[in-house]
């Protein structure tokens, strides 16, 4: 699958929800550090729109929102820029900055409390609606793909993928794995095959 525009999202813990403009400064933190590697250039702020991407932490490679599509509240990172790789290797790549800012944000206490993420599901997709339309012949390929890959990851876990059924939406695969993975050991596994986005 020659596809660019891939996301991940890491949803919230039940319950866990620091308001919105908590993340504000952090993410500007991140700019000042360069954290995640890339060039970071700005947050903006849509808390405002209802369901909406929330806070957005903008750079020229990729673009990370604390957002709350869907109603759920959770960490995603939408891939702008060509990947030379293989499609496998470019969904390790964006996974690994959605890992090393959930890790970075877990460790920071915000004035409401701590952040959680689950350790039981994740989404990947893919963003271009034209090369890839919300079709079985499109989900054949990705399941395949999928499967390959986080299955390796997630080898100690029974794993479930299913397909969002929402034909409007993007091709998304909603991985749900038991018992839970530890953030930490996907993102070493993944070590070994993907630069350090950190």
Same mark, same amino acid.
């Given at each position: 699958?020659?596809?660019?525009?891939?996301?991940?999202?890491?949803?919230?813990?039940?319950?866990?929800?620091?308001?919105?403009?908590?993340?504000?400064?952090?993410?500007?933190?991140?700019?000042?550090?360069?954290?995640?590697?890339?060039?970071?250039?700005?947050?903006?702020?849509?808390?405002?729109?209802?369901?909406?991407?929330?806070?957005?932490?903008?750079?020229?490679?990729?673009?990370?929102?604390?957002?709350?599509?869907?109603?759920?509240?959770?960490?995603?990172?939408?891939?702008?820029?060509?990947?030379?790789?293989?499609?496998?290797?470019?969904?390790?790549?964006?996974?690994?900055?959605?890992?090393?800012?959930?890790?970075?944000?877990?460790?920071?206490?915000?004035?409401?409390?701590?952040?959680?993420?689950?350790?039981?599901?994740?989404?990947?997709?893919?963003?271009?609606?034209?090369?890839?339309?919300?079709?079985?012949?499109?989900?054949?390929?990705?399941?395949?793909?999928?499967?390959?890959?986080?299955?390796?990851?997630?080898?100690?876990?029974?794993?479930?993928?299913?397909?969002?059924?929402? &034909?409007?939406?993007?091709?998304?695969?909603?991985?749900?794995?038991? &018992?839970?993975?530890?953030?930490?050991?996907?993102?070493?596994?993944?070590?070994?095959?993907? &630069?350090?986005?950190?």
């Amino acid at each position: 699958m020659d596809l660019q525009k891939i996301g991940v999202k890491l949803f919230a813990s039940d319950g866990c929800r620091p308001p919105l403009a908590e993340f504000v400064p952090v993410l500007h933190r991140w700019i000042q550090r360069g954290f995640l590697g890339g060039s970071l250039i700005d947050v903006v702020d849509y808390r405002h729109v209802h369901h909406g991407p929330g806070v957005m932490l903008i750079g020229f490679d990729f673009q990370l929102a604390i957002d709350e599509e869907g109603g759920e509240r959770g960490l995603s990172v939408e891939w702008r820029r060509p990947l030379a790789d293989d499609f496998g290797a470019r969904v390790d790549r964006v996974l690994c900055v959605a890992l090393d800012a959930a890790i970075e944000l877990e460790s920071i206490e915000l004035p409401s409390g701590a952040v959680r993420f689950d350790r039981t599901r994740l989404d990947i997709r893919v963003g271009d609606r034209i090369l890839a339309p919300s079709d079985d012949a499109t989900w054949t390929q990705f399941r395949q793909v999928i499967e390959a890959g986080v299955g390796q990851l997630l080898r100690s876990n029974h794993v479930g993928l299913a397909r969002d059924p929402d &034909p409007r939406k993007r091709m998304t695969a909603r991985i749900t794995a038991s &018992p839970s993975f530890s953030l930490r050991v996907l993102r070493e596994r993944l070590a070994a095959t993907t &630069p350090t986005s950190a």
